[in-house]
Every structure is written in structure tokens, then in C-alpha cells.
């Protein structure tokens, strides 16, 4: 497939099967939202209460513990987070591998196939998360030390310069990793493969298309997210000169205007989250794809095992690990994004 294929595809595949594929999405972000208003609200309005009625005494071990609660009340929509993203990586390397074969799966169908590799999903998502985090730490560790060993002016400064320079070295191994692993749960989702042999796989796949995969990543995603915030931005932005132009003074229909236009932003992020995450999943499976038809010669098994489905022919799974041994050849017609 062609670059401008390959960029467009995973808009295609939204429009292709659009009420499966964008319901999982919306779920995957409603379940965020859900999951961090249950836990966040309560919490709030009682750790709210317990500070405005705490004594002088009192209150700094109430914010202390306030604040403790609220670090460790995070993990909740972290984990949501991990498992539906997760998930939605799964739903959408299916749904990619049945539009190649001209099939359209429905909502359940989708989710089953998925759920049965979420075990090493999660695994590899949970697995990202903590070399994030172990990283972040590492950074706010640095600063802490160093602050407190030395807190003059020269020495903040170095260690700013440090820091941005670390920052700066991250990012590019970061771009660099992300890119060579991007295809990973394409792989385990796919070819059933392990973390460890799923992350071999997308290493070697990627192999001599670097530049490429990196540059469809991060052309799709400037996209994506230009799009997102004009969308959410620009009616927040308009609310709130409304409510000025109608209420200069924040009376009553100040407030109206402006909890209006916070609704309205609240369900356009959320649905244009949820957009944003399906055509992300999916450029991921596309590109995994085609990369296999680069190097193996997919696009003919493909072609091959439609032929035999078509003819009554019983077929086998045609996105199985390729054969060890010489690469397939590469040539014929890629399936069709319509």
C-alpha cells in the first residue's frame, strides 16, 4: 500500500464499519469517565467537608491525608484505563484483518475474538505504564535530590539544564522505541504470540521501515489531535465569550451559560476521544499489515484464502507467523479500503 493509502486507511476503516467500531471507542472512553467520576466525586465533596470542618490543630494532618488519598486514588482510573485501552487495540487489530478479507464483524463477534488475547494486552500495556513511570520517577528523583543537597540558585540551574537535556535524550529513544515496538499488539493479537516473542516480531517487522512507520504515527496523530482540539476548544471558547457578551457582571446567566458550554465540552471530548482512539489503534494494525505484505508476501495469502473461501475450500488463518525460511515473494493487488 501506498503512503497516502496507509494514512487514510484507518479513517476508512472507522467509515467501513462505523456502529461496532466507534461504540467501543465511545465505551473504552466512557468507561475513563465513569470510572473517574465514581471514584474522584465522593472523595471530593467528603475530603472537602472533613477540611472545612477540620481545626487549626487538625489541618495539616486532614491535607496530608487528603492529598496521600488522592495519590493512591488515581491508580483507579489508571487501571480502567490500562484494561480498556488495552481492549480497544484488540477490538481494532480484528476489525482491520476482517476488513482485509471483505468481512464486516458486528459489535459482539468483534469483542469476542478481542477478549481472548486481553490477558497479554493488558500484560504489555501494564508493562509500557511502569517503564513510564519508572522514568518519570527517575527525572522527579533527580530534582528532588539535588534540591536538597544543594538548594542555591547555580545549582537549580544546572540541574534544570539536566533535566531538559535528559528530557530531550528520552524523547528520541522514546520515538525510537515506541516505533520499533508499536506493532506489538498487533502481534499478539494476531499471531498469538507471547509478549516477549510478540515484541522479536515487531522489532524485525519494522526493520528497514523505521522512517516510515515513525512518520505515518506522527503525521496521523498531529492530524488527530489538530482536529480534537479545534473541536473542543473552539465551542468552549465561543461559550465563554457568550456568557460575557450576555452577562458581563457573572450573574445567573453567566453561570447557565458557562455550565452549558461545560457540558457540551465534557460529551464533544469524550466522543472525539473516542474517534481519536480508534483511528490511532487502527493505523497501528494497518501498518502491521502492510509491512507484512512488504516482507512476506501477505497481500497473496490473503488473496490466496479468499479465493479458497470463496470456492468452499476450508482455509486456515492467513495472518498465522510467516514460515521461518526465505520471505514470500511481494507483487499482486492489496485488498481494497473501502
Do not use: C
Not at 490500562?82 to 484483518?97: D, I
Request: glycine share 12%.
Amino acid at each position: 500500500m501506498g503512503f497516502g493509502t496507509l494514512l487514510w486507511a484507518p479513517f476508512r476503516t472507522l467509515r467501513r464499519n462505523p456502529a461496532p467500531v466507534f461504540g467501543t471507542g465511545l465505551v473504552v472512553q466512557l468507561a475513563s469517565a465513569v470510572a473517574t467520576a465514581a471514584v474522584f466525586v465522593p472523595f471530593l465533596v467528603l475530603a472537602i467537608g472533613r477540611i472545612e470542618s477540620a481545626s487549626a490543630e487538625d489541618l495539616d494532618a486532614v491535607m496530608s491525608g487528603t492529598i496521600g488519598w488522592l495519590i493512591l486514588l488515581t491508580l483507579v482510573p489508571i487501571a480502567v484505563g490500562v484494561v480498556a485501552g488495552a481492549f480497544l487495540q484488540g477490538v481494532m487489530v480484528v476489525e482491520v484483518a476482517s476488513g482485509t478479507l471483505g468481512e464486516k464483524l458486528g459489535f459482539g463477534a468483534l469483542w469476542r475474538r478481542a477478549a481472548g488475547r486481553i490477558g497479554p494486552l493488558i500484560g504489555w500495556t501494564l508493562l509500557v505504564g511502569v517503564v513510564v513511570l519508572g522514568v518519570v520517577a527517575l527525572i522527579v528523583g533527580i530534582v528532588v535530590v539535588t534540591a536538597l543537597i544543594s538548594p542555591d540558585a547555580f545549582a537549580v540551574l544546572g540541574v534544570v539544564i539536566v533535566v531538559l537535556l535528559l528530557l530531550a535524550g528520552i524523547a528520541v529513544l522514546g520515538a525510537w522505541l515506541g516505533t520499533k515496538l508499536a506493532l506489538v499488539p498487533s502481534v499478539i493479537v494476531l499471531e498469538r504470540a507471547g509478549i516477549a516473542g510478540s515484541v522479536r516480531r515487531s522489532w524485525q517487522l519494522t526493520t528497514g521501515y523505521f522512517w516510515r512507520t515513525f512518520g505515518l504515527i506522527l503525521l496521523v496523530g498531529l492530524i488527530v489531535s489538530t482536529i480534537a482540539q479545534t473541536v473542543v476548544q473552539v465551542p468552549m471558547l465561543g461559550g465563554t465569550i457568550l456568557a460575557f457578551i450576555l452577562d458581563p457582571t457573572a450573574g445567573a446567566t453567566y453561570e447557565a451559560v458557562t455550565i452549558g458550554t461545560t457540558v457540551v465540552g465534557t460529551v464533544l471530548s469524550i466522543l472525539i476521544g473516542a474517534i481519536v482512539a480508534v483511528v490511532q489503534a487502527a493505523l497501528i494494525a494497518v501498518i502491521y499489515i502492510d509491512l507484512r505484505m512488504r516482507s512476506e508476501g501477505l497481500d497473496l495469502e490473503l488473496e490466496r484464502h479468499v479465493e479458497a473461501r470463496e470456492a468452499g475450500v476450508p482455509v486456515t488463518d492467513p495472518f498465522g507467523p510467516a514460515p521461518a525460511g526465505p520471505a514470500a515473494p511481494t507483487g499482486g493487488a492489496a485488498p481494497t479500503w473501502s
